[in-house]
């Protein structure tokens, strides 16, 4: 498997710009997670999903920020508008079973808002 | 709420020295605790698992112990190599994921 899968590696947007990013868990992986990590928080989660299904999003920072899973192979994370804070890595991982299981996480998206 | 620390910091050891990572949590109801490594501008890496039953796990050069009652794991590298340089993370399974900032390793040759 090509493991989790996150698209695009890089954005450099401005501020007030809709910001997409992208992920492919691993086929037959039942839960996804999305994570933010910047350097004075740390990893944070922001929200998971179960079956496409959202199940915690007490994470998701603002209203600016909403996740979506329409099928088990995609999921996005949209930030509308967008917000030099908002500039931080943003990872997506998956697990098979559940949210103690081993995550297993993408190579991260690098956001850069001016 | 579950808080995470990890200390020390930053590490720099020379090459070939043995090595020991601290991380303590302040809620022992966990399933799991997990230890990660991050390379820079990259993902997490998997490198052990310990179950909440289990006292510690092993692969390789590593070896990571988990002790519930005093909120405490510990994760030992020995014969640290260069290669060894990287982040490192311990997250504990509750009800969520819950990170630790990290030690950063470096390993002089």
């Known amino acids: 498997d090509a493991g989790v899968i996150q698209s695009p590696r890089h954005e450099v947007t401005e501020m007030g710009q809709e910001v997409t990013l992208r992920c492919k868990p691993i086929?037959?992986?039942?839960?996804l997670f999305w994570y933010r990590q910047t350097m004075m928080r740390g990893l944070e989660l922001l929200i998971y999903?179960?079956?496409?299904?959202?199940?915690?999003d007490s994470g998701m920072p603002e209203d600016r920020f909403s996740a979506k899973m329409p099928n088990a192979s995609f999921s996005t994370l949209k930030i509308q508008p967008s917000e030099p804070r908002d500039s931080a890595v943003y990872f997506c991982?998956?697990?098979?079973?559940?949210?103690?299981?081993?995550?297993?996480f993408g190579p991260g998206t690098r956001l850069l808002v001016l | 709420k579950q808080e995470v620390t990890q200390i020390p910091a930053a590490l720099s050891v020379p090459e070939g020295e043995n090595l020991v990572l601290n991380c303590s949590f302040t809620?022992?109801?966990?399933?799991?605790l997990q230890w990660f490594r991050q390379d820079p501008g990259k993902g997490l890496t998997s490198l052990l698992l310990?179950?909440?039953?289990?006292r510690e796990q092993t692969s390789g050069r590593l070896n990571a112990s988990l002790d519930k009652s005093s909120g405490r794991s510990t994760l030992y590298i020995a014969a640290s190599q260069p290669g060894d340089s990287a982040t490192y993370l311990c997250?504990?399974?509750?009800?969520?994921?819950?990170f630790g900032a990290g030690t950063i390793l470096r390993v002089k040759s």
């Open positions: 997250a504990l399974y509750g009800n969520k994921l819950v």
């Open positions: 991982a998956s697990s098979l079973r559940g949210s103690q299981e081993t995550q297993y």
């Open positions: 809620d022992s109801a966990i399933y799991n």
């Open positions: 999903f179960n079956n496409n299904v959202p199940i915690d």
């Open positions: 086929s037959g992986h039942d839960y």
């Open positions: 310990i179950q909440s039953s289990q």
